[in-house]
Antibody
Framework: QVQLQESGPGLVKPSETLSLTCTVS????????WSWIRQPPGKGLEWIGY???????NYNPSLKSRVTISLDMSNNQFSLMLTSLTAADTAVYFC??????????????WGQGTLVTVS | EIVLTQSPGTLSLSPGERATLSCRAS???????LAWYQQKPGQAPRILIS???NRATGIPDRFSGGGSGTDFTLTISRLEPEDFAVYYC?????????FGQGTKVEI
C-alpha cells in the first residue's frame, strides 16, 4: 500500500517562496502522475499541477508562472515550489498520486495534507 | 477550462434516505474522465468513483455513479452515518484538471 507524506514549513512570509516535499513509501514513483492539490480553509479543491515519472510536467494556468514541480527518483520524492506568495496561497496542500486505470483515472492515494499559512 | 458546477450546495437528509448529487460540466466530458471523491473534516479526499461509474476498491455498492456528456450524478442509495461528508466531482478530460465546488451531505 503506497503512502504519501508532505513535509515543509507551516508558516511562510508574503513574497517568499514555498517549498514542499512529498515522500512516497511502499511503492515506486515510476509509472504514475504525481500531483499537488490545495484547499484554502473552508473551501474547495484546486489542482496545482503534476509531474509524470518521465519528468514531464503540466501546471494549472492560474498558477503556472509561479509553480515548479520536480522529481527525485533516487529518494522517491517529488517537490513543489511556489513563488511570490500572498495570503491567497494560504491553504492545506495535498500531494496525491494519479493512476491511469482501465476503469478511468483517479487520485487513488493522498497525503494527509499540510497547512501552509502565508503571513 | 472546464467548469464543474455541483448541486445542491448542501443536502440535508436522514440516515437510510437516498442522496442524489449532480455535477454539470461547462463542456462535454468523456465518461472515462469523470471521478467522484468523498472528504470528511480534517481528512484528505478519498476516491469513490472513476470513469463515471466504476467504484474504487472497497467502496460499498450503495454508491453509484452515472451520466454522460455534461451531466453526471452520484447516488447514495441508503445513507449510512459515515456517509455524511462533502463530495466533489472532478474531470481529467481537459487540462487544467478541475474539481466541482462540492456538495455537503449533512444530517
Amino acid at each position: 500500500q503506497v503512502q504519501l507524506q508532505e513535509s515543509g514549513p507551516g508558516l511562510v512570509k508574503p513574497s517568499e517562496t514555498l517549498s514542499l516535499t512529498c515522500t512516497v513509501s511502499g511503492g515506486s514513483i515510476s509509472s504514475y502522475y504525481w500531483s499537488w492539490i490545495r484547499q484554502p480553509p473552508g473551501k474547495g479543491l484546486e489542482w496545482i499541477g503534476y509531474i509524470f515519472y518521465s519528468g514531464s510536467t503540466n501546471y494549472n494556468p492560474s498558477l503556472k508562472s509561479r509553480v515548479t514541480i520536480s522529481l527525485d527518483m533516487s529518494n522517491n520524492q517529488f517537490s513543489l515550489m511556489l513563488t511570490s506568495l500572498t495570503a491567497a496561497d494560504t491553504a492545506v496542500y495535498f500531494c496525491a498520486r494519479a493512476r491511469w486505470a482501465v476503469a478511468g483515472p483517479s487520485f487513488d492515494s493522498w497525503g494527509q495534507g499540510t497547512l501552509v499559512t502565508v503571513s | 477550462e472546464i467548469v464543474l458546477t455541483q448541486s445542491p450546495g448542501t443536502l440535508s437528509l436522514s440516515p437510510g434516505e437516498r442522496a442524489t448529487l449532480s455535477c454539470r460540466a461547462s463542456q462535454t466530458v468523456s465518461i472515462n474522465y469523470l471521478a467522484w471523491y468523498q472528504q470528511k473534516p480534517g481528512q484528505a479526499p478519498r476516491i469513490l468513483i472513476s470513469g463515471t461509474s466504476n467504484r474504487a476498491t472497497g467502496i460499498p455498492d450503495r454508491f453509484s455513479g452515472g451520466g454522460s456528456g455534461t451531466d453526471f450524478t452520484l447516488t447514495i442509495s441508503r445513507l449510512e452515518p459515515e456517509d455524511f461528508a462533502v463530495y466533489y466531482c472532478q474531470q481529467y478530460d481537459n487540462s487544467p484538471w478541475t474539481f466541482g465546488q462540492g456538495t455537503k451531505v449533512e444530517i
